[in-house]
């Protein structure tokens, strides 16, 4: 049986075009932040804190829930839903279902938190290309900058 744990991380931009971008203790890459959803959290607030957690900048997600009704609570969607292998000293090999968010910086002073990675920077999206990062976030970057010009 293949485990799976629910994660959620944030492509968060900036008004010149670019992107804040961690690097990861583990994997030794460049990754946008996030982590695993908490108990009682959905995946939008765990994307939200995970980036303040990893590097004191304030985000919101753009987008807004595609339904509304007083009986309910209405959530903005993720702008991608990805599976990818991962493996850690704790779980060993296992599936991470990421919800991703696309972001808008709002507020905070870029600090990386060392407990969580090695470094945060704001990239240019033209750039990440250039950096060691998994294959797919380059692209996966480029297209949601893309994305983020028609939610403005």
């Known amino acids: ?33 996030g982590g695993h959803v908490d108990p009682n959290e959905t995946p939008a607030e765990a994307a939200v804190r ?38 850690d000293s704790k779980v060993g090999a296992h599936r991470h279902i990421d ?3 696309v972001c808008r910086a709002s507020g905070g002073e870029l600090a990386a938190q060392p407990e969580e990675v090695a470094g945060a920077r704001w990239v240019p999206v033209g750039d990440v290309a250039a ?14 900058a893309q994305w983020a010009k028609t939610q403005r």
Not at 2 to 26: C, E, G, P
Not at 64 to 70: I, R, Y
């Open 1 to 33: 049986m293949t485990i799976r744990h629910f994660t959620a991380s944030a492509v968060v931009l900036d008004d010149t075009d670019r992107v804040l971008l961690v690097h990861h203790n583990k994997l030794g890459k460049w990754l946008y932040p």
């Open 50 to 87: 995970e980036v303040l957690e990893e590097t004191a900048v304030q985000a919101v997600v753009l987008g807004e829930p595609a339904f509304t009704h007083a009986a309910v609570d209405g959530h903005a969607a993720p702008w991608a839903v990805i599976e990818m292998d991962v493996t």
């Open 99 to 101: 919800f991703v968010y």
């Open 131 to 144: 950096l060691a990062t998994p294959t797919e976030l380059p692209e996966l970057v480029a297209a949601a």
